[in-house]
């Protein structure tokens, strides 16, 4: 049997361009960064319920703005974001630096103060994040202070991520004991995760945010999982000196890498190799206390 040319010259396109949905795209790029108390005046800590937080000042904003220009992701996850006025403001400052983006998520949970939110270039399709994440202990209900950001984002077509953002507790003490909250968060947090993956194990999934604890300890561990068809994997970031710290403690004088990106089986394939960096300039302590971390997903499809 003979193909009609032009059916042949068809078939062969397909088998050229399976691959990349974009053979001339560079990438997406995703980014996570904690921009570090973008709050008001009147903010109180909810860590403490006491102190005053400082506003940021606008050699902080502007350095902000900066590292994000210097990045310039297309989809970026924040941590301590303020209130939605200061969302807003952050967003218009974007703008006006030139950084164009067009759907945005916003969770408002537990802490009064510090917010997740997540800004991107591709349309957001679905919106699943939680505000109010219940456990226990000792008998005593709490919630997760910052919630979980969760929104579907599609790229291109027939092509979706699904992005989770979180903040898990910070290691100021509290009665309840920092690290038993950072723990029962990460593993609600790993709940979600395995319900997702469980659901669809093909899922484009991404995880990433501030998580407050070291990659031997165990909210890492709870986050990233069993190794298997449900594990989320951190991707190794290092910045062009080999540093991979993201987070300075200056009341300890400490560099500790808090802040990941995980990502499931089937998005770790498509992943740019080489691509997962931790941010450097000379400028990134003005911004904030923390680095941010990204990389680039080359979208492919089977």
């Not at 004088?253 to 740019?272: K, T």
């Amino acid at each position: 049997m003979r193909f009609p040319r032009l059916l042949v010259l068809l078939l062969a396109l397909r088998v050229a361009t399976a691959g990349l949905l974009a053979a001339d795209s560079a990438g997406v790029v995703i980014a996570t960064y904690n921009v570090e108390n973008f709050i008001g005046e009147e903010a109180v800590a909810a860590e403490t319920g006491a102190r005053h937080s400082k506003p940021k000042s606008e050699k902080a904003i502007e350095a902000v703005v900066k590292v994000i220009k210097d990045i310039n992701p297309d989809i970026l996850a924040l941590c301590e974001m303020g209130e939605p006025e200061r969302f807003e403001e952050f967003k218009r400052r974007l703008e006006a630096a030139g950084l164009h983006y067009t759907d945005f998520e916003y969770v408002q949970a537990l802490d009064n103060e510090r917010h997740l939110a997540l800004i991107s270039r591709f349309p957001i399709v679905a919106r699943q994040s939680l505000t109010n994440v219940s456990f226990e202990i000792a008998g005593r209900p709490e919630k997760v202070r910052r919630g979980f950001l969760d929104v579907t984002i599609q790229i291109a077509n027939g092509y979706q991520v699904r992005f989770i953002g979180a903040h898990l507790k910070s290691k100021l003490p509290i009665p309840e004991g920092e690290a038993l909250v950072r723990r029962n968060e990460a593993l609600l947090l790993r709940k979600h995760l395995d319900g997702i993956l469980t659901a669809d194990p093909n899922v484009r999934l991404v995880c990433m945010g501030d998580f407050n604890d070291l990659k031997n300890e165990p909210a890492y561990h709870e986050i990233a999982g069993p190794r298997g068809q449900t594990y989320m994997a951190a991707l190794p970031a290092r910045d062009e000196f080999g540093d991979m710290w993201t987070e300075y403690w200056k009341a300890a004088d400490l560099y500790s890498r808090i802040d990941y990106i995980f990502v499931s089986p089937v998005l770790h394939r498509e992943v740019a190799p080489a691509s997962p960096r931790v941010y450097r300039s000379a400028y990134w302590n003005d911004a904030s206390d923390h680095r941010p971390v990204f990389a680039t997903i080359i979208p492919r499809r089977e």
